[in-house]
């Protein structure tokens, strides 16, 4: 005879909900001061249940913010960045319309507490890499950047940090949005060539961007799905 009682539950959707859970404490308390058994308590489940998840509390956490980092990277990908300044300005403006991405890249100590280090070493902020040096070099041979360019992901950080502490250094707060039009302007003018290119190049730098952009969102994905758990999908 078939058992009666509760249907079981989806383990990613049991996941999801404890992550929000999390998010929502983490964003009132800070990190330093969120339990396991807060997190329990708020998402309706038991304690036990989250370590069927996550080993520890700092694993809970890395997975929340990867889901975070998912999440920006698709809502940077719905608005189809056509230019490098376009990718990274975005991914500012993303970033910082999320409460948790904003500390991770404005190094929030009060949120983050012992990951505040995260805003430079985490896989969360900013991840570039093999995929970043041919995105580079295609858009050198399109006429997009300078070919005597060099060190463009210090270049691009250096951008991206120095325009989202700004608002900590003047004495007027600076809209989010032009936080991003300023790394979008910088980031142009610092690697483009200046010149208005034909629209067949125009075109396949979009296919280029949007290609990183493409192998970045999968990267986060697949970072996420580890830490849901091995054969769970990140979404």
């Given at each position: 005879?078939?058992?009666?009682?509760?249907?079981?539950?989806?383990?990613?959707?049991?996941?999801?909900?404890?992550l929000n859970a999390a998010a929502e404490l983490v964003l009132r308390w800070g990190y330093d001061k969120t339990t396991i058994d807060d997190v329990a308590k708020r998402a309706g489940v038991a304690k036990g249940t989250i370590y069927l998840h996550w080993k520890t509390r700092d694993d809970l956490f890395v997975a929340l913010l990867r889901r975070e980092r998912?999440?920006?990277?698709?809502?940077?990908?719905?608005?189809a960045p056509a230019t490098p300044g376009e990718l990274?300005?975005?991914?500012?403006?993303?970033a910082l319309g999320r409460p948790l991405m904003r500390a991770v890249l404005v190094g929030d100590s009060e949120v983050l507490g012992k990951f505040?280090?995260?805003?430079r070493h985490s896989t969360t902020g900013l991840e570039l890499g093999p995929a970043f040096d041919a995105y580079i070099e295609?858009?050198?041979?399109?006429?997009?950047?300078?070919?005597?360019?060099r060190d463009n992901m210090i270049a691009i950080a250096a951008i991206v940090y120095g325009f989202v502490s700004l608002p900590d250094?003047?004495?007027?707060k600076v809209p989010d949005e032009r936080i991003a039009e300023l790394v979008t302007d910088t980031i142009e003018r610092t690697l483009?060539?200046?010149?208005?290119?034909?629209?067949?190049?125009?075109?396949?730098?979009?296919?280029?961007?949007?290609?990183?952009?493409?192998?970045?969102?999968?990267t986060a994905r697949g970072k996420l799905a580890i830490s849901l758990g091995a054969g769970e999908r990140a979404r």
């Amino acid at each position: 005879m078939a058992r009666v009682g509760r249907p079981p539950q989806d383990p990613v959707q049991r996941a999801y909900r404890i992550l929000n859970a999390a998010a929502e404490l983490v964003l009132r308390w800070g990190y330093d001061k969120t339990t396991i058994d807060d997190v329990a308590k708020r998402a309706g489940v038991a304690k036990g249940t989250i370590y069927l998840h996550w080993k520890t509390r700092d694993d809970l956490f890395v997975a929340l913010l990867r889901r975070e980092r998912v999440l920006v990277m698709e809502e940077v990908r719905a608005n189809a960045p056509a230019t490098p300044g376009e990718l990274f300005g975005r991914f500012v403006g993303a970033a910082l319309g999320r409460p948790l991405m904003r500390a991770v890249l404005v190094g929030d100590s009060e949120v983050l507490g012992k990951f505040t280090r995260m805003r430079r070493h985490s896989t969360t902020g900013l991840e570039l890499g093999p995929a970043f040096d041919a995105y580079i070099e295609r858009l050198i041979e399109y006429g997009a950047v300078r070919e005597q360019t060099r060190d463009n992901m210090i270049a691009i950080a250096a951008i991206v940090y120095g325009f989202v502490s700004l608002p900590d250094m003047l004495p007027e707060k600076v809209p989010d949005e032009r936080i991003a039009e300023l790394v979008t302007d910088t980031i142009e003018r610092t690697l483009g060539t200046g010149g208005k290119l034909p629209d067949d190049d125009a075109r396949a730098v979009a296919r280029a961007t949007l290609d990183l952009l493409d192998a970045m969102t999968e990267t986060a994905r697949g970072k996420l799905a580890i830490s849901l758990g091995a054969g769970e999908r990140a979404r």
